[in-house]
Structures are given as C-alpha cells and as structure tokens.
C-alpha cells in the first residue's frame, strides 16, 4: 500500500524567503506525485505532478518539487515566499490514478 | 464555467437521520470520487467511479453508499449518520485519461452529525 508522509503540519516563513515543504513517500513501485494547494474554505487545486518524466517538476506559481528515488522524497519548494502564499498544502500519491493518498498537510503562513 | 458543483454547503444531521450529499460536474469525466477530510489526517477516499454504473470501495467506506447512473452526477449517502461522521466532505473528477493525474475538487461539504 502506498502512504505520504508531510513533515511539519505548520511551517512560517518570511515574506521573500525560501519555502520548503517536506513529503515523502512508501510504495513498493514508483508511484505517482502531486502537490495540491487548498486556500480557505475552498477545494484543492493542483499545483504540480510528477508521472515519471522529468523528475524536477514546475508547477504554478513559481512552486517546483524534485522526485528523489533514492530518498523517497518529492519536497515543494518556492525561492521567494509571496503573502498570498499562505494556504495549506498536501501531497499525495498514486499508482493507477483511481485511489489516491494524501498526506496531513503543512500549513503555510507567511510574515510580513 | 461550472466545474465540481457539491450540495448543499452545510448541513447538521442528528445521530440515525440519513441524508445524500450531491456531486456533479460538467466536463464529461468518467472518474469521479469522494473525500473526507478530517483536522490532521489530510484527506481519505470513501468511494470511487471509473464510469457509469461502476464503483469501489477506497480507503474509508464504511457508513456510505454510492451510485453511479449518469457521467454527471455521483451522489453519496449516509443512510444512518454519527458523530464520527462530522467531517467536509469534498468530491473530484479526473478525465479519463491516466496520464492526466489531476483532480478537480468541489468547493465541500460541511456535515456535523450531533
């Protein structure tokens, strides 16, 4: 079975700093990866996916994640946090794209 | 552009009433799914469609039935509520296309069961 696993469910960063968002994953075969973004009261939306092309993924909003086998890794980065940043974010995985599995979510704020 | 449309918004149920929360899109994907999310445990799938009369089981289905009979609608029913069922319930679609990957999530559903 596959699992994520979203170190930190808070993270805090300044506006203009880095933004790192930890997940890692378990499964017996590589799987598939997304990183959605869920702003207040509303629905997720994706923010990028990695389906076993190019293993450094770009996504919206100047957001990218990197897929290391090695390291089971596929961590949400950002160069300059932008206050409308601030949102909770999940990653999630998938092996036949009919189940998928998320992880508890980090949420981000952002300092002025 | 109307996308995942999730009804109602709120509702509050007492423990043993039943109720349908509705799910339907309008962009002709066959899957179509539904999520509970809870503070802390991100969200977990309750049931899944690949098509008209097609479902499945996900990870959390115990206390809800589905139904699939038309690509656009997927409604889900609670036919005796508890309190461990207060939750936001989200729907998605995907096309059907594996490659694609993405969800469309609804705006939710918000059930306190009391």
């Known amino acids: 079975a596959q699992s994520v696993t979203q170190l930190g469910s808070h993270v805090s960063v300044s506006e203009g700093a880095l933004v790192l968002l930890r997940c890692n994953y378990s499964?017996?075969?590589?799987?598939?990866l997304f990183w959605y973004v869920q702003y207040p009261n509303q629905g997720l939306q994706l923010l990028l996916k990695y389906t076993s092309a190019a293993t450094l993924v770009k996504g919206i909003n100047g957001f990218e994640a990197e897929f290391k086998k090695s390291e089971t890794s596929f961590h949400l980065t950002k160069p300059s946090a932008h206050m409308s940043d601030a949102a909770e974010y999940f990653c999630?995985?998938?092996?036949?794209?009919?189940?998928?599995?998320f992880g508890s979510g980090t949420k981000l704020n952002v300092k002025p | 552009n109307a996308g995942v449309t999730q009804t109602p918004k709120f509702q509050v149920l007492k423990t043993g009433q039943s109720m349908t929360l509705q799910c339907a899109q309008d962009?002709?994907?066959?899957?179509m799914s539904w999520y509970r999310q809870d503070p802390g445990m991100g969200l977990r799938l309750i049931h899944y469609?690949?098509?008209?009369?097609?479902?499945d089981q996900g990870e959390v289905p115990n206390g809800y039935n589905v139904s699939r009979s038309t690509t656009e609608d997927f409604p889900l029913r609670l036919l005796s509520a508890a309190p461990s069922q207060t939750s936001v319930y989200f729907c998605a679609s995907r096309s059907g296309g594996v490659g694609t990957g993405e969800l469309f999530f609804g705006e939710g559903s918000r059930l306190t069961v009391l």
């Open positions: 999630a995985v998938t092996l036949n794209f009919n189940k998928f599995y």
């Open positions: 962009m002709n994907h066959e899957y």
């Open positions: 499964s017996s075969v590589p799987p598939y």
């Open positions: 469609s690949v098509g008209a009369g097609i479902t």
